[in-house]
């Protein structure tokens, strides 16, 4: 038997979508007012889940207090009020778009989570646009 625990968190950030071996005019052709030069913002919403047997001892799958201060620490204090084009290291030559940065924080949270586990991360970079990443 298996359950999933969730947490969700937040995160507000800056991007621009590009393709740097494009010119100008192709990259505002496919990413239009989300290739504005100067950038614009998200209020990211994020949900982590930890799929796993109950520990018989504890009742957990995982303790969501360290869940919690994991999220906080590898993620939110990278990421929030930052622009992930110029302050976050992995998107220096990597688009941000939700697809990657959904996969940069499920790669970011793996090492921490017990091997035996499922990770998954849902990324909603608008109340209506959200993707889901678990690692295949
Ligand atoms: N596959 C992807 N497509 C798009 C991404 C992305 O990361 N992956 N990102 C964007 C924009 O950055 C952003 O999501 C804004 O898109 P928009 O269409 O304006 O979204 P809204 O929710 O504001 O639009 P509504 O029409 O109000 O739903 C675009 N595409
Ligand atoms: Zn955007």
Known sequence: MKVKVSRK???NAAHRLYNNKWDLDKNTAVFGKCNNPNFHGHNYELIVSVTGHIHPETGYVMDMKELKEL???EIEQVFDHKNLN???DEFKNLNPTAENIAVVIWNKL???IAEENELEVVL???PRNFVTYTGV
């Open 9 to 11: 968190a937040h995160f």
């Open 86 to 88: 110029l302050d976050v």
């Open 110 to 112: 793996r090492p921490y």
């Open 124 to 126: 909603f970079e608008t």
């Open 71 to 73: 999220i906080y620490n």
